[in-house]
């Protein structure tokens, strides 16, 4: 089944930009969706499609995905962007939809 | 607006069921596949299954083959996700999520808001 590698944590201080990774074998060739999760709270979808943001999402949010590295961006880092963080894809083997563990953004 | 009620938390024995629901309002239920994903303490998102509304076809994890059922009730635009012979490394927060599908995409634009199952003797 494919497998989704996030690093456990990104630190960051206010202000600054937090690049949050997630790598798979030729994850270019899937499209990854990105959701935010804060502390005792449902997941929001805040890209989807590697780089689309749904409404209501601010554009400091954005995300690529080349070669076998997708990675969501953060601009311009706020208090409030403090969240658990999970790529998402869909595989046409196995078990078709494959979450990341979740990457934990702290705001320095 | 889009939203998806679920029920309240629940306790059940080792070897018993929990059945969870999902009430969608501001869409039409039809049309777009549910999903349940759920969360252990501490833990990442865990894909459990989806289900068409429409037809109710379903297709699970292969972890939880043989003892999940995802069913609904058109009628009350209502999905339920059922677990069977539980035991302690079930007790999570289950969520259902709404999902738009492509040819080769599937993502979750609206979630309940969670429901926690502790199984516990």
């Known amino acids: 089944s494919y497998v989704l590698t996030q690093p456990p944590s990104v630190s960051v201080a206010p202000g600054e930009t937090a690049r949050i990774t997630c790598e798979g074998n030729?994850?270019?060739?899937?499209?990854v969706h990105w959701y935010q999760q804060k502390t005792g709270q449902a997941p929001v979808l805040v890209i989807y499609y590697d780089s689309d943001r749904p409404s209501g999402i601010p554009e400091r949010f954005s995300g690529s995905n080349s070669g076998n590295t997708a990675t969501l961006t953060i601009s311009r880092v706020e208090a409030g962007d403090e969240a658990d963080y999970s790529c998402?894809?869909?595989?046409?083997?196995?078990?078709?939809?494959?979450f990341g563990r979740g990457t934990t953004l702290t705001v320095l | 607006q889009v939203q998806l009620e679920q029920s309240g938390a629940a306790v059940e024995k080792p070897g018993a069921s929990v059945k969870v629901s999902c009430k969608a309002s501001?869409?039409?239920?039809?049309?777009?596949?549910i999903n349940w994903v759920r969360q252990a303490p501490g833990q990442g998102l865990e894909w459990m299954g989806w289900?068409?509304?429409?037809?109710?076809?379903?297709g699970y994890a292969q972890k939880f083959q043989g003892r999940i059922a995802m069913t609904r009730n058109t009628s009350i635009s209502t999905a339920y996700m059922e677990l069977r012979s539980l035991t302690s490394e079930d007790t999570a927060l289950y969520y259902c999520a709404r999902a738009q599908r492509g040819s080769s995409w599937y993502y979750f634009d609206y979630w309940g808001q969670g429901t926690l199952a502790t199984v516990s003797s």
């Open positions: 289900m068409n509304p429409n037809s109710g076809n379903t």
């Open positions: 030729n994850i270019v060739g899937k499209s």
């Open positions: 998402q894809v869909w595989d046409n083997k196995g078990d078709p939809v494959v």
């Open positions: 501001g869409y039409t239920f039809t049309t777009l596949d």
